[in-house]
C-alpha cells in the first residue's frame, strides 16, 4: 500500500528497555521527521533525514538513535527508554526541503514507558 | 526566539456554526505558513499552505488569511460538520534550512 506506515502503532515498555519505532515509506521521498507529540507542546522535531546515510539532530534528540541505511525506512530507536520519553511519536517525510512541501505524516506511535 | 501562538486553545460550538481560529507568529524571515488538521489518533494533515504575498486562500469550507505585516493568520470554517472536531495546527516555515515551527493547536469541537 503506498504512504507511509508506522509500527507498532501502541507500545508498553520499561523503564530502561530498549525500543525501535519503525517508520516505512513508499514514495521514495529524499526527507523523513521523526516528531514527537505531548499535551501542552506543539510536535517537536527529534531527528531527521535528508537521504540515506544522511540524519541531524533536532530540537530534542536526547536518548533517541536514528539510522536510514535504505530511503524508504528510518527508524527511532530509545536505547534505554525513560518516562518522560512517554509520548506519541509521528513520522513524516517530504519529497524537498520541508519549506517547499507538504510534510505527509505517518498514523502515529503511541509509546508508554512504566 | 522564533514562536508560533495559536488561540483559543479549545473551542466548542454546534454543528452548522462557523468560527474563526487564530494564530500569531514571531517567525522572521517567514517562508510561508500552514495549517493542518489533526483527527484524533491520526497523524495531521496539511489544509493549506500560504506564501508571503498571499491573503486569502480557500479549500471547501476551510479558508485561511494571512497579514504578513501584522504576523497573523486565521482559520475560518463555514458550516461546520461534526467531522471538523479535530485539532489545527499553524505551522510556519522561516528561512531556508531551518526548522518548522508548529504552534499548539486550537482543539475544535463541533456538537449536534
Known amino acids: 500500500d503506498a504512504g507511509i506506515t508506522q509500527s507498532p502503532r501502541y507500545k508498553i515498555t520499561e523503564t530502561g528497555r530498549q525500543v525501535t519505532l519503525m517508520c516505512h515509506q513508499t514514495?521514495?521521498?529524499?526527507?523523513m521527521f521523526w516528531y514527537r507529540q505531548d499535551l501542552g507542546h506543539g510536535l517537536r522535531l527529534i531527528y531527521y533525514?535528508?537521504?540515506?546515510?544522511?540524519?541531524d539532530k533536532g530540537e530534542v534528540p536526547d536518548g533517541y538513535v536514528v539510522s536510514r541505511s535504505k530511503t524508504e525506512n528510518f527508524p527511532l530507536t530509545l536505547e534505554s527508554a525513560t518516562r518522560s520519553q512517554t509520548s506519541v511519536y509521528f513520522c513524516?517525510?517530504?519529497?524537498?526541503?520541508?519549506?517547499?512541501?507538504?510534510?505527509?505524516f505517518g498514523a502515529g506511535s503511541r509509546l508508554t514507558v512504566l | 526566539k522564533n514562536q508560533v501562538e495559536q488561540s483559543p486553545q479549545s473551542l466548542i460550538i454546534l454543528e452548522g456554526k462557523n468560527c474563526t481560529l487564530q494564530?500569531?507568529?514571531?517567525?522572521?524571515?517567514?517562508?510561508?505558513l500552514r495549517w493542518y488538521k489533526q483527527d484524533t489518533g491520526r497523524g495531521p494533515v496539511s489544509l493549506t499552505i500560504?506564501?508571503?504575498?498571499?491573503n486569502t486562500k480557500s479549500n471547501g469550507r476551510y479558508t485561511a488569511t494571512l497579514d504578513a505585516d501584522t504576523k497573523q493568520s486565521s482559520l475560518h470554517i463555514t458550516a461546520s460538520q461534526l467531522s471538523d472536531s479535530a485539532s489545527y495546527i499553524c505551522?510556519?516555515?522561516?528561512?531556508?534550512?531551518?526548522?518548522?515551527?508548529f504552534g499548539k493547536g486550537t482543539t475544535l469541537s463541533v456538537s449536534s
Open positions: 500560504m506564501t508571503f504575498s498571499e
Open positions: 533525514s535528508a537521504a540515506a546515510d544522511i540524519t
Open positions: 513524516a517525510s517530504t519529497a524537498f526541503d520541508s519549506g517547499a512541501n507538504v510534510l505527509t
Open positions: 494564530c500569531n507568529y514571531t517567525v522572521s524571515p517567514f517562508s510561508n
Open positions: 514514495w521514495s521521498h529524499s526527507y
Open positions: 505551522v510556519v516555515k522561516g528561512q531556508a534550512g531551518t526548522a518548522l515551527i
